[in-house]
Nanobody, 123 residues
Framework: QVQLVESGGGLVEAGGSLRLSCAASGSIFSINDMYWHRQIPGNQRELVATITRGGSTKYAGSVQGRFAISRDDRKNTVYLQMNGLKPEDTAVYYC?????????????????WGQGTQVTVSS
């Protein structure tokens, strides 16, 4: 059973920084792309950042230059460093990953999601 567990959310003042972490565990064979999404209540989930297995990154325009995604494959962990936070960054942040893992004795690739962590930025 593969699980993704996020940590690092909280309350911060505008202009401040937070670092989110997301650790994957279970019968993992390999991890391909890893992602951070966010969702404001009543809105659609938004893709914030992507990092490929090779380390290439891509960002939503709204966070470009302020957020940085990174990964540590020895720890099966993805990070999101968030600087220059704005009140409009307030949301629940979810990590996700394309993971090749054993399920029922069979190796397959599936998308897995974390449970989400709240980030609140006060003005």
């Amino acid at each position: 059973q593969v699980q993704l567990v996020e940590s690092g959310g909280g309350l911060v003042e505008a202009g401040g920084s937070l670092r989110l972490s997301c650790a994957a565990s279970g019968s993992i064979f390999s991890i391909n792309d890893m992602y951070w999404h966010r969702q404001i209540p009543g809105n659609q989930r938004e893709l914030v950042a992507t990092i490929t297995r090779g380390g290439s990154t891509k960002y939503a325009g709204s966070v470009q230059g302020r957020f940085a995604i990174s990964r540590d494959d020895r720890k099966n962990t993805v990070y999101l460093q968030m600087n220059g936070l704005k009140p409009e960054d307030t949301a629940v942040y979810y990590c996700a990953a394309d993971i090749r893992a054993f399920r029922g004795g069979t190796l397959s690739t599936n998308d897995y999601w974390g449970q989400g962590t709240q980030v609140t930025v006060s003005s």
